[in-house]
């Protein structure tokens, strides 16, 4: 993931920094990450990675590179990625600041990069970067933080079906957010459901609709569930140096174990689920799977097949 995002940013900093439409061809020999690809490699990856750049707000848009007309490239015009100055006190910057620094969404930075563009400034780099990892579903976090806090019920889809729930806490484990809570009408059994698996996710009625137990503990309940009382499988994994730490950050009990001929890092990573393998595909060229050979089978199988 680390490598896309570089790849990314080479990208939009070369064309914004051109006076005129650069090829294709020009791209690929140029920018970094583009290079030693095939043909159809090349054209795939750039197709990918206009529409990450398109869905960022940011249009490539294609000019001729003469007057005849022969030629063409690409050009990002100042609309796609100019900010307007918001006007922010130098208190407002330097909160949005220590925000940007501190918060990371799925385990990457949060856009430190946009902060420049509104006056702001970096603050000092450390040897190991210091956050929140939200992880994936964190879009939904605030709602189900509100529903607790409120004692409002969710509603949501999981697993293809229509749920509604008494919501009494929400946890992090294992790389994953939970929720856990009580199904109005049904058995009165806590379930637990996991964030990222949840789709349509709102806060309905009104606050206070229900008591939360006594002496509550989603800690307590993710606990006793089967998956939390097996023991651990090993992994071994590789990624590139500059990621490990967000591994090891993610996985406590991940371990290094050696290096390779390039400078990435070999971890050995304990894992229960399928969080590990979600988290390896996330970051896409920049880890791979090494042992178990049916976990490292299974990675591949999910990469064709998501092509």
């Not at 940013?9 to 140029?30: F, G, K, Q």
């Not at 090349?42 to 990675?49: I, T």
């Not at 889809?157 to 009494?168: D, E, K, S, V």
């Not at 709102?202 to 606990?223: K, T």
């Amino acid at each position: 993931m680390s490598t896309v995002v570089e790849r990314l940013i080479n990208l939009l900093a070369y064309l914004v920094d051109s006076s005129r439409p650069v090829t294709a061809d020009r791209i690929r020999n140029t920018v970094a990450g583009y290079q030693s690809l095939s043909d159809q490699a090349f054209h795939r990856k750039f197709e990918r990675d206009k529409a990450s750049l398109r869905e960022l707000g940011i249009e490539l848009e294609k000019e001729a590179t003469d007057v005849w007309e022969v030629e063409w490239g690409y050009v990002v015009p100042d609309r796609n990625y100019r900010t307007i100055e918001p006007g922010l006190t130098d208190e407002e910057r330097t909160a949005l600041a220590l925000a940007v620094h501190m918060v990371r969404s799925g385990g990457w930075p949060s856009g430190a990069n946009g902060l420049l563009k509104l006056g702001g400034a970096r603050l000092a780099d450390t040897d190991t970067p210091v956050g929140a990892d939200l992880g994936l579903g964190s879009e939904y976090l605030g709602l189900i933080f509100q529903a607790v806090l409120e004692r409002r019920r969710l509603r949501f889809t999981y697993r293809g079906r229509p749920r509604t729930l008494h919501t009494y806490a929400m946890h992090h484990r294992r790389g994953h957010w939970y929720f856990a809570g009580v199904e109005p009408g049904q058995d009165g059994t806590i379930r637990t459901y996991r964030l990222d698996r949840t789709e349509q996710l709102e806060v309905v009625g009104e606050p206070d609709a229900f008591p939360r137990p006594e002496g509550f503990s989603a800690r307590d309940i993710l606990a006793s569930l089967p998956w939390e009382q097996r023991e651990p499988k090993r992994s071994l994994i590789e990624c590139d140096a500059d990621i490990a730490w967000w591994v090891e950050d993610r996985f406590p009990d991940a371990t290094a174990v050696g290096r390779t001929e390039a400078g990435g890092t070999i971890l050995e990573v304990p894992y229960m689920s399928d969080s590990l393998l979600d988290m390896v595909i996330q970051l896409d060229d920049a880890a791979v799977i090494l042992d178990p050979p049916e976990l490292r089978a299974e990675m591949v199988r999910r990469l064709k097949a998501g092509r």
